[in-house]
């Protein structure tokens, strides 16, 4: 596969007041293969996704968007290669005081491509996917946890990307509602599209990824499959799944 198809960290350097969030830190989300990045509250998995976005710059190291080094650049110049990149913010992020059709179409709107009619009809396209068409009228806050979380869902696909970003998906949600994500997003994967998921949620990010990096004290500890995880000996390791483990609820 080659670089122009891929999204890449190299020796990535990030600290907020003092503490360092990551430290030389290697990531590599190639086109194609279902990404997580487990790691417990605080330990920088965010501060990972806007790192890639371009949203905060690094102390050192440098961010790829395909062969692009995005890293220095003002936001102007890569704003072509990060629109291959969409993401679903920890929180929804919807705007209050826009309806749910007005949400999801606000991206399109502002590029000002799209005809008025094109921009209902690719809002109604993706509202039917992730199956919440009904709420096309209403606003944010009148919708449920999970609903909030397809909208933001929607809003993300509004503009095709090849790319998307899901950040804790599937927390706070019931076992309807984390079931329903999760098979959004095997069907984004079966569409073609590239998931990066951040969570402490190991059900969902076995659901859903091939592959897992266990972020830890700011370095990568592990990095591989489900398999090989569960396999692992690393003692941090251990200790993130043992919460898994049913043998120690008996
Ligand atoms: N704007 C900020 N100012 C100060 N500290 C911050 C800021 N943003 C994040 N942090 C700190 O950086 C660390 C990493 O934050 P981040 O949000 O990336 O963690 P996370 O792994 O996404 O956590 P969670 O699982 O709770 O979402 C945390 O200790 C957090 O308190
Ligand atoms: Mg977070």
Redesign the pocket.
Known sequence: MSSSDSIRMEKLCYS??G?Q?LKDFDFHLERGVNRTIL??????????LKLLLGLLEPDSGKVFIGNLCITGLPEANFMQQRKRIAIVF?GGALFDSMTVGENVGYRLFEEGRLSQDDIEKTVLEKLRFVGVEAALNLYPAELSGGMKKRVAIARALAADPDYIFF??PTTGLDPIGVYNICNLMQRLQAEGKTTLM?T?DLATAFATSQRFTFLHKARMLFEGSEREMNSSRIPEVLEFLKPTDRSLFI
């Open positions: 907020i007041g503490r969030i790691g417990v509250s605080g330990a920088g998995k965010t501060t990972i920890q950040d804790e951040v402490h």
